[in-house]
């Protein structure tokens, strides 16, 4: 059974940062690209970043270009979003993305909430 659990989320203050995890279980980590995707409220879920099955490729929304560095730690099963420079329009519930490389079959992770004050 393939869970994906995020944590890191809370409250921060604009200009802020915060660092989302999300641990991977179930799934051969390596052969998933890893992304992570928003939503805020009264909004449809949108793209942040993904970063590809052996951390070569990365890409992101040009809304977090420069303030968010996605990553992956192979030997944890973890995917991080480090978020810098945070402002308000960056509040939604982060979700984080498992795809198969073979074929792009989608797990999500739960949720975590990221609030930004001014």
């Known amino acids: 059974q393939v869970q994906l659990v995020e944590s890191g989320g809370g409250l921060v203050q604009a200009g802020g940062s915060l660092r989302l995890s999300c641990l991977a279980s179930?799934?051969?980590?390596?052969?998933?690209?890893m992304g992570w995707f928003r939503q805020a409220p009264g909004k449809e879920r949108e793209f942040v970043a993904i970063?590809?099955?052996?951390?070569?490729?990365?890409y992101y929304a040009d809304s977090v270009k420069g303030r968010f560095t996605i990553s992956r730690d192979a030997a944890n099963n973890t995917v991080l979003l480090q978020m810098n420079s945070l402002q308000p329009e960056d509040t939604a519930v982060y979700y984080c993305?498992?795809?198969?490389?073979?074929?792009?079959?989608?797990?999500w992770g739960q949720g975590t909430q990221v609030t930004v004050s001014l």
């Open positions: 970063i590809s099955w052996n951390g070569g490729n990365t």
């Open positions: 179930g799934l051969t980590f390596r052969s998933y690209a």
């Open positions: 993305n498992a795809r198969s490389a073979s074929d792009f079959t989608d797990y």
